[in-house]
């Protein structure tokens, strides 16, 4: 199985903050990744699918980038509906793996 | 838009089998989408369990696989989830969601909790 592993767990910020999370593969999985955001007790929502490309009606202020094994999910200006916890998944091969999840609290 | 939404016993039996189903609103389930499983222990991380093509064909987690059967019935758009011989550590939300190319589940269905208890 590919394991995935973020970081950070948590991180506490302020609104207006640039937030990183990094998202790192056990081995290569080229683009084949994804970033969601959950917020409790909802279902997960996809924001950034092929490692950085922007799904659909989700703001700009959202990116992703990297390849391979290593990935970032960048927020550019936190904004108060932001603060929720973040899942990396590999789409390489199976099985489709997740990442732990980094909760973005409010500082 | 594509909607899903999970129907199944809330409460299940050790030793007993868990069965969900996944119907699918606003298009068919017959389109070129693979349709997955994901289930989130409480308070823990996602959890992959398994997918299934509308003619059939399926790949399960090998974590599961000897208890997992997915199947579809494109008469009433939907497919479903039969995990067997369950115990506590099945416990979870279990989500259905669709598999947009290998570009990430979307949508997904709103999840319904699955309590292992005698």
């Known amino acids: 199985d590919i394991q995935m592993t973020q970081s950070p767990s948590s991180v506490s910020a302020s609104v207006g903050d640039r937030v990183t999370i990094t998202c790192q593969a056990s081995?290569?999985?080229?683009?084949?990744l994804a970033w969601y955001q959950q917020k409790p007790g909802k279902a997960p929502k996809l924001l950034i699918y092929a490692a950085s490309s922007l799904q659909s009606g989700v703001p700009s202020r959202f990116s992703g980038s990297g390849s391979g094994t290593d990935f970032t999910l960048t927020i550019s200006s936190l904004q108060p509906e932001d603060f929720a916890t973040y899942y990396c998944q590999q789409a390489n091969s199976f099985p489709l793996t997740f990442g732990g999840g980094t909760k973005v609290e409010i500082k | 838009q594509v909607q899903l939404q999970e129907s199944g016993p809330g409460l299940v039996k050790p030793s007993g089998t868990l069965s969900l189903t996944c119907a699918v609103s606003g298009g068919s389930i017959s389109s070129s989408n693979w349709w997955s499983w994901v289930r989130q222990p409480p308070g823990k991380g996602l959890e992959w369990i398994g997918e299934?093509?509308?003619?059939?064909?399926?790949n399960y987690n090998p974590s599961l696989k000897s208890r997992v059967t997915i199947s579809v019935d494109k008469s009433k758009n939907q497919f479903s989830l039969k995990l067997s011989s369950v115990t506590a550590a099945d416990t979870a939300v279990y989500y259905c969601?669709?598999?947009?190319?290998?570009?990430?589940?979307?949508?997904w269905g709103q999840g319904t909790l699955v309590t292992v208890s005698s």
């Open positions: 299934i093509y509308h003619s059939g064909s399926t």
């Open positions: 969601a669709r598999d947009v190319d290998r570009e990430g589940f979307d949508p």
């Open positions: 081995q290569g999985i080229s683009s084949w």
